[in-house]
């Protein structure tokens, strides 16, 4: 159950400013007034403004900061690629295990549960102990947001989901 109101007492406000107004998309951010969270910008770091952001990670922690309660995940939903990397090992020991990295492009997986989201149709897919938690994700404008999560109910990460709104940077 989310407890009071989202704060951004881990992360200087400038920091989420800043990114938001370098991404090559529309950064969401939750206004969810129930809980009092402390936000950590996972991605980029360190936010490096040369470049354009195209990949965003939120955080977001109990008031005290230890434990973690969900992550938002942000990139455009089209022209992105996911940067993915496969190891190789070999079992017999007669070769050396291999590191690949390639890039595949982005494409949403529409599987799960239909959820609308501020009339977008969103996909729900449940954490693996199917009592709390999952992925919640939809493309909103143009971003891809997916949100994920071990602790916060269903129900709580489609309430939290339909408060997401862009920077006003943006």
Request: hydrophobic share 30%; no cysteine; charged share 25%.
């Amino acid at each position: 159950m989310l407890p009071s109101k989202i704060t951004l007492s881990a992360v200087d406000p400038t920091d989420l400013k800043q990114v938001s107004g370098h991404t090559d998309f529309k950064l969401f951010v939750p206004h969810y007034n129930k809980q009092h969270w402390k936000l950590e910008i996972k991605d980029p770091s360190p936010i490096d403004t040369s470049n354009p952001i195209t990949l965003v990670r939120l955080h977001y922690f109990d008031p005290a900061g230890h434990d973690l309660w969900f992550r938002i995940e942000q990139h455009s939903a089209y022209d992105y690629n996911l940067k993915k990397t496969q190891i190789s090992v070999d079992m017999s020991g007669t070769r050396d295990n291999k590191l690949d990295e390639y890039e595949e492009e982005f494409k949403f997986d529409d599987s799960g549960e239909a959820i609308s989201i501020n009339g977008v149709i969103a996909r729900y897919t449940p954490g693996h102990n199917h009592s709390a938690g999952g992925h919640l994700r939809w493309i909103q404008d143009e971003t891809y947001i997916d949100i994920d999560s071990s602790r916060l109910s269903k129900y709580d990460m489609i309430e939290l989901a339909k408060t997401m709104q862009p920077t006003k940077n943006r």
